[in-house]
């Protein structure tokens, strides 16, 4: 388990954000209209062969396994595959993760994609959310891994516009405690608290900025 250094200039990792953003963005409209569309059968049968034909373009040049963790030398994060904030992965809302005083906020919308109960959010999907959330909060000197999180939902967290933020409580040597909310308009929705570590083989690597996907 490595992270990887993408040797490149700031200014590049810019240009490949603003080729893969737009690409990853409309898969995700995709999946939004694939849940929702009412079209008729024989337009879903010419709809699946030209997204198959697209599929089958994209595959004809791929790396071997999964994108990894990568960073350049100046420390910016590129963990572009990331579930919860990966650039290049529709599957992730995605979070853009923003660093304020006492630790991370975002402002995110979460549609149809992420439905549990009927018009709410799947609780997994709020811990997920929020496993990386505390962990971004945790992770100011190095990338800290879970060891245990803990999630309490509050009253169902409906589909739409959401806030979410989290901050450290308390530090020992390399474990931290982190806590943190989603809310809609009406208040919090769901909370969270976790035991984030530093693994020992992290401790001498420089810190990275990864709010940035
Ligand atoms: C990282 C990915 C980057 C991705 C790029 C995007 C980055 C964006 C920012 C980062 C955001 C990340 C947010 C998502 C983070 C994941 O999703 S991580 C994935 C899920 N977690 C895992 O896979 C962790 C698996 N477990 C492990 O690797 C190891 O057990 C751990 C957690 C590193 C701990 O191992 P260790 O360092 O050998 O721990 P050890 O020395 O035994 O114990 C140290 C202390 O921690 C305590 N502890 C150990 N294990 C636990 C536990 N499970 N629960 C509670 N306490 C524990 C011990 O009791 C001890 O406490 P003290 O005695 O000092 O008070």
């Not at 100046?74 to 599957?91: K, S």
């Not at 993760?97 to 630790?103: K, L, P, Q, R, Y």
């Not at 009927?118 to 945790?138: E, I, R, S, T």
């Not at 083989?201 to 990275?208: E, F, H, K, R, T």
Request: proline letters at 5%.
């Amino acid at each position: 388990m490595q992270f990887i250094l993408e040797d490149i200039a700031e200014a590049e990792v810019e240009r490949r954000r603003g080729v893969y953003t737009p690409l990853t963005d409309t898969v995700r409209d995709l999946v939004d209209a694939v849940i929702r569309t009412e079209v008729g059968e024989d337009a879903l049968a010419v709809a699946q062969r030209r997204i198959a034909e697209i599929v089958a373009d994209l595959r004809s040049e791929q790396m071997d396994g999964p994108y990894g963790v990568r960073h350049t030398r100046e420390n910016t994060g590129m963990a572009w595959g990331n579930a919860v904030i990966g650039v290049r992965n529709a599957l992730a809302p995605p979070l853009n993760v923003e660093h304020v005083d006492d630790g991370v906020r975002c402002e995110f919308t979460l549609g149809a994609a992420y439905e549990g109960p009927p018009g709410c959010v799947h609780g997994g999907v709020c811990a997920m959310l929020l496993d990386h959330l505390l962990g971004n909060a945790a992770s100011y000197e190095s990338a800290c891994y879970t060891g245990t999180i803990t999630i309490r939902y509050l009253r169902p967290t409906r589909l739409g516009a959401l806030t979410a933020r989290a901050w450290v409580t308390e530090q020992t040597g390399r474990k931290r405690i982190a806590r943190g909310t989603i809310s809609d308009a009406e208040g919090v929705t769901c909370e969270a608290e976790g035991v984030f570590i530093v693994p020992r083989s992290a401790l001498d690597a420089p810190p990275v900025r990864w709010s940035a996907g």
